[in-house]
């Protein structure tokens, strides 16, 4: 059985990706991610959190309830 979690991550795209190496641009993307300002909320999983850790320098991150 699968359980909810009710936890989200707000994140932030801040920075450009122009000149990052490919799997920085790819994990941005992976997100939803596509231009600077751009906004997603997405689950609070250990596979985003990981996705979030390679590319921190260029994101904001805020936690949600």
Known sequence: MTS???KSIKVTLVKSVNGQIQRHR???RGLGLRRIRDTVTVADTPEIRGMIR????LLKVEEQK
């Open 26 to 28: 790819a994990t941005v």
């Open 4 to 6: 909810v979690n009710p």
């Open 54 to 57: 390679s590319s921190i320098h």
